[in-house]
T-cell receptor, first 113, second 113 residues
C-alpha cells in the first residue's frame, strides 16, 4: 500500500470545526482513502472512505484533492469525545488489500474545552 | 449488537508460558485479522484469515499461531511467551478484503514478565 503522511498532533477547541490533513503523493488510481480513529483504550473505529469525490456521513466529511495527492478529514463540530488518534490509510480496491493495511502513527487530536 | 469480542481484556504471563487470545465475531464476516500495537505505535498485522480453514502470515507472525475452524472464531495462540510480546492485541473482521471497513475488538492488553 502507498504511504501517507500526517501531522503527529493537532489541537482544536470544542464545538469548532477540525480539518485533519493527509498527504499521499504516491497514491495509485485504484487506491481508496480510508480514515479510522482510535479512542483511548479502544480498538480503531472506521470513520469514512472515498475514492475521488468528496464524501459525507454522520461522523465526518472527507475532502479529496482533485489530483488525489492529499485529503482532509473534516469534523464539523469537535466534541471532547472526538479526542483520538486519527489514521489515514490507503487501500487498493483492485486486490486483497486489508491484509497489507499499514496503520502508521496517525494524528493525535486534542480537543480543548 | 456484539460485533467483535475479544477475551481476556488483560493478562500477565511469565516468560515461557503460553496462552490463547480469543476472538469471535457475529457479523458472518469471512475475513479476520490479528494486529498488535506497541506503545505509541501503529498496528502491525500478525496473521489473517480469508475464511474457515484458511490462514496466512502477516508482517510479524513469529512466536504466534492461529486457527480458523469456524467463521465466527479466530483464536491467536502464543507459545513460549517472551517480553517482546508485551503489547495490545486487536482482532478485526471485514465483509470482504478490498474496501469494506474493518471492525475491531477492544483489544487484549498482554504483559510478559
Amino acid at each position: 500500500d502507498a504511504k501517507t503522511t500526517q501531522p503527529n498532533s493537532m489541537e482544536s477547541n470544542e464545538e469548532e470545526p477540525v480539518h485533519l490533513p493527509c498527504n499521499h503523493s504516491t497514491i495509485s488510481g485504484t487506491d481508496y482513502i480510508h480514515w479510522y480513529r482510535q479512542l483511548p483504550s479502544q480498538g480503531p473505529e472506521y470513520v469514512i472512505h472515498g475514492l475521488t469525490s468528496n464524501v459525507n456521513n454522520r461522523m465526518a466529511s472527507l475532502a479529496i484533492a482533485e489530483d488525489r495527492k492529499s485529503s482532509t478529514l473534516i469534523l464539523h463540530r469537535a466534541t471532547l469525545r472526538d479526542a483520538a488518534v486519527y489514521y489515514c490509510i490507503l487501500r487498493d480496491g483492485s486486490s486483497g488489500s486489508a491484509r497489507q493495511l499499514t496503520f502508521g502513527s496517525g494524528t493525535q487530536l486534542t480537543v480543548l474545552p | 449488537n456484539a460485533g467483535v469480542t475479544q477475551t481476556p481484556k488483560f493478562r500477565i504471563l511469565k516468560i515461557g508460558q503460553s496462552m490463547t487470545l480469543q476472538c469471535t465475531q457475529d457479523m458472518n464476516h469471512n475475513y479476520m485479522y490479528w494486529y498488535r500495537q506497541d506503545p505509541g505505535m501503529g498496528l502491525k498485522l500478525i496473521y489473517y484469515s480469508v475464511g474457515a480453514g484458511i490462514t496466512d502470515k502477516g508482517e510479524v507472525p513469529n512466536g504466534y499461531n492461529v486457527s480458523r475452524s469456524t467463521t465466527e472464531d479466530f483464536p491467536l495462540r502464543l507459545e513460549l511467551a517472551a517480553p517482546s510480546q508485551t503489547s495490545v492485541y486487536f482482532c478485526a473482521s471485514s465483509y470482504e478484503d478490498r474496501v469494506s471497513p474493518l471492525h475491531f475488538g477492544n483489544g487484549t492488553r498482554l504483559t510478559v514478565t
